[in-house]
């Protein structure tokens, strides 16, 4: 042994990636700095699988049908259903698994649907890697990157899979789902200890952090469920913020509860206190509780959703996450950009001028050489530099690029170093923000040579940039300096000099008054956030229709406590010249006044008011990041197509709205009845079975509600969840229903004389026919005649009631279920009492006593 060796020290073969120098990473991982081949690419990734945590597969699907079982009042019904088959109960318990077999089928089928309409749009919008294969980079799909794979990142980038720096420049990478970490941490090539901690790997990249800015070659070495992200997967997957739509569900679902608690509990003590079989009894009041609940609510949202989903997409509106559609018809302010949703987003050069404001080529040729060089964030304004530099027939020839400073969001500024191979001379060439850029200058360019920026020439050119921002022009400044050597960092950036000044247009879209016109109408106040300088932001704002009086700075914001800018948020339509951090402070500020916010980005520093707002909505052409936040995805950064997806929204959750209300009034107006006469009758008024038959029936035409018209009066404002609404319509249109189903009873004791069979054969046929009329009545505020159901509900209304109808004549069936046939009075009976009941029910309407839908 070597007398210097470390007994104690790993073999190189034991080292973890991170320790490695980048040639030996390399042979580890059988790779090199030109990438993979695509056919070894092909094995590893056959071999390993895709890059990809939690892939679905046939176990989402086994998953999500034991999903369909595992509510608890399902697991009530076999548990009677077991119980029946005990007792050798067979009609009831053959009856009960039907349904809820029927039951989870239908639930199954639908959600498999959504869910399948949902992977299909993720597909649509899968991340992408810049990745090296057969020497040549070329864009692939990021889980098809296999270990072993080079990849180039740059500024607003995903990184896709854990690797190892090779190169770097200025690279800033945001971790904080991984190590809590607040600021980005900047990254390096080269080998660390080996005992480094996850927070101290500098040289490392793990799938779920961004890129903030620079750029760099990175060795992908995990990929999938073997990265970080995926080990630690099932302490990350932490349940997302519970939606406004979701929170209302669960409400919903524990008032339903507390209301089946008490019915359950009062029907059997009753039942008991009579002296019936406990068993039946407790079958019994099991089906009245389960009748009470909308048992395919999650299919019928699902049925709804997808359908939404699929519309929305027809009008290039992509959805996410389902339940964004639901949110996105509730949200009440939607705060966006500036450039590309209210304006035209094509930037054009309107004029390149000197400090005195007169047209100056040689800033022209700076420009273009800073934009053309440029190698970080791809953004409009270097692209109209290059195009208006190439109209002047500008080129880089005789330039050489040495040196960059990437773009950030705090230096607000881009440098190039280029090298003018004519002389070998250097240039710092600085480009940015006036303010940002003016701060590093000494001097300002003038006729006679260079003079010192005072106080008189900052005043000066401070009146010159807010007049060009008063006509709707975007300024940067353009500043140069001489240096020597070829590497420079942010702390170069100083003594330049201002060479002038570059204004571009970004007129307003025709179409973006007419679309926040329309937003207005629907309830929904839009909210201009942008970094941009006030006087621009107030020129766009009033051609569009907001209020530019109506504003707050960045400047102004950092200065408020959090009480004031509750105060202040929803009184203002321009927020001017914020600070990337600032956008989510926003944002939760509107939510803290109770206003559902929807929020519209994408760039980098988007992705948390993406993730804070109540409906994330992004564009295609968005960096990864804000498109990986997002919750709707919109092809075209266009306020129509949005407003499009709200009223989609809207009419979504109405038509949720109109099962909900519609059902739970029936199913509660049904239960009270027969809690209500169990003590009276000599019988029970319905077995078991045929409870759960009449609730199953009768949520099969709720199937069509999603294809059923929704009134222009239901689109014109948000929609939300209203507990009280629900209750007083449950409580309002179930008594009425109670009223009749008593009439019911009296009629086919007292009048008809009907026994046990005919009793439960009759009310039966009146309970379900009643429950399909009230889908024709409450389904609209209209009067029934004028507002008829579309023809797929009504379709369905119309074979369900068929169904009731026949059958009492089905034959072996019917006496299975313990039907018979009715006598001419007794089915005269029902159909007056149906009739009187939808009359009822429209008088009670009309009346007022009820909104439809609450």
Same mark, same amino acid.
Request: with cysteine.
């Given at each position: 042994?070597?007398?210097?060796? #470390? ?6 073969? #034991? ?58 009042? *399902? ?37 498999? =649907? ?83 901690? /996850?927070?101290?790997?500098? #040289? ?51 008032? /339903? ?9 009062? *029907? ?63 949200? #009440? ?15 054009? /050069? ?169 937003? =207005? ?30 504003? /707050? ?16 948020? &929803? ?78 929204? =809207? ?139 579309? &023809? ?63």
């Amino acid at each position: 042994m070597h007398p210097h060796a #470390n007994p104690s020290a790993p073999s190189t073969a #034991n080292r973890p990636d991170w320790s490695l120098p980048a040639d030996e990473l390399l042979q580890r991982h059988a790779s090199r700095r030109s990438g993979l081949g695509s056919a070894e690419a092909r094995a590893r990734l056959q071999q390993h699988g895709p890059n990809a945590i939690d892939e679905r597969t046939s176990v989402a699907i086994w998953r999500l049908a034991l999903r369909q079982v595992s509510s608890p009042l *399902v697991l009530i019904l076999v548990i009677g259903g077991a119980i029946s088959a005990l007792l050798t109960s067979w009609a009831d318990a053959a009856t009960i698994l039907a349904i809820v077999t029927g039951s989870a089928a239908l639930g199954f089928w639908q959600e498999l =649907r959504a869910s399948q309409a949902v992977e299909s749009l993720r597909k649509r919008l899968a991340l992408t890697a810049r990745t090296w294969r057969d020497g040549t980079p070329t864009r692939l799909p990021a889980r098809e990157l296999v270990a072993g794979d080079v990849v180039e990142l740059s500024a607003g980038n995903l990184v896709p899979a854990d690797g190892v720096v090779l190169e770097a420049r200025d690279f800033l990478v945001t971790e904080a789902s991984l190590t809590g970490e607040t600021f980005p941490v900047e990254k390096h090539a080269g080998p660390l200890a080996a005992g480094a901690a /996850l927070r101290e790997r500098t #040289n490392s990249v793990f799938l779920g952090s961004s890129v903030r800015s620079g750029s760099a070659t990175v060795l992908i070495t995990q990929t999938g469920e073997r990265t970080v992200l995926g080990e630690l997967a099932s302490g990350l997957r932490l349940r997302e913020p519970e939606t406004r739509f979701a929170l209302g569900t669960r409400r919903f679902g524990e008032m /339903l509860l507390r209301v089946m608690f008490v019915v359950v509990i009062a *029907v059997l003590a009753m039942n008991q206190w009579l002296g019936r079989p406990l068993i039946d009894s407790l079958l019994f009041a099991v089906a009245l509780a389960v009748g009470l609940s909308p048992e395919l609510l999650p299919a019928i949202v699902s049925v709804m959703l997808a359908r939404g989903t699929r519309k929305l997409a027809a009008q290039g509106v992509l959805v996410r996450r389902l339940e964004a559609i639901e949110d996105l018809g509730g949200m #009440n302010v939607l705060c966006t950009d500036k450039t590309g949703t209210l304006t035209q987003g094509e930037m054009t /050069l309107d004029a390149a001028v000197d400090p005195q404001g007169q047209p100056s080529p040689q800033v022209l040729q700076w420009a273009y050489l800073n934009a053309a060089f440029e190698t970080g964030i791809e953004n409009p304004l270097d692209a109209a530099l290059v195009r208006a530099g190439e109209t002047h027939s500008l080129g880089t020839a005789g330039w050489r690029k040495v040196d960059e400073i990437p773009y950030d969001f705090v230096r607000k500024r881009l440098t190039i170093v280029a090298c003018d191979e004519r002389d070998g001379t250097r240039w710092m060439v600085v480009k940015g923000a006036v303010a940002q850029v003016l701060d590093c200058c000494s001097h300002v360019a003038a006729a006679d040579g260079p003079v010192a920026l005072d106080g008189a020439w900052r005043t000066r050119l401070d009146g010159f940039v807010q007049a060009q921002g008063e006509s709707g022009l975007r300024v940067l400044a353009l500043a140069t300096r001489h240096i020597e050597q070829d590497k420079v960092t942010p702390a170069d950036e100083q003594g330049l000099t201002l060479q002038g000044f570059l204004s571009f247009s970004d007129p307003p879209k025709p179409s973006a008054t007419q679309a926040l016109q329309q937003l =207005r109408r629907h309830g929904v106040r839009v909210k201009m956030i942008t970094g941009d300088n006030r006087h621009v932001a107030a020129h766009v704002a009033q051609q569009v229709g907001l209020d530019p009086k109506a504003m /707050l700075t960045g400047e102004a914001i950092a200065g408020l406590r959090d009480e004031s800018l509750w105060h202040l948020a &929803p009184r203002t339509d321009l927020f001017v010249e914020v600070d990337p951090s600032q956008k989510e402070r926003i944002v939760r500020a509107l939510q803290r006044t109770r206003h559902a916010v929807g929020f519209l980005g994408d760039g980098i520093n988007d992705a948390p008011a993406l993730h804070a707002a109540d409906v994330g909505i992004s564009v295609d052409q968005a960096v990864d990041v804000a498109r990986e936040s997002a919750d709707i995805v919109l092809l075209q950064p266009d306020l129509g197509v949005l407003c499009r997806g709200v009223e989609e929204g =809207r009419r979504t959750f109405a038509n949720t709205l109109k099962y909900i209300s519609l059902t739970i009034s029936a199913n509660f107006g049904n239960m009270v009845s027969m809690a209500l006469a169990t003590p009276f009758l000599p019988f029970l008024p319905l077995t078991a079975t045929q409870i759960l038959l009449n609730n199953f029936l009768s949520d099969l035409p709720a199937m069509a509600l999603s294809t059923d018209r929704v009134e222009a009066s239901q689109l014109r404002r948000p929609r939300a969840w209203k507990m009280a609404s629900l209750r007083r319509f449950m409580l309002v249109f179930g008594l009425t229903s109670s009223v009749f189903d008593l009439i019911t009873f009296a009629v086919l004791l007292w009048v008809l004389a009907a026994d046990e069979a005919v009793f439960r054969t009759a009310w039966f046929q009146v309970s379900l026919l009643t429950e399909l009329a009230v889908v024709v009545v409450l389904r609209s505020r209209e009067p029934a005649w004028t507002s008829p159901p579309a &023809p797929m509900l009504s379709g369905a209304l119309l074979a369900v009631a068929l169904v009731a109808l026949a059958l009492p004549y089905t034959g072996p069936l019917a006496a299975w279920l313990g039907f018979v046939p009715l006598p001419l009075g007794v089915s005269a009976a029902v159909a007056g009492i149906v009739v009187a009941y939808a009359a009822s029910t429209e008088l009670v309407k009309r009346f007022g006593l009820a909104k439809v839908p609450p």
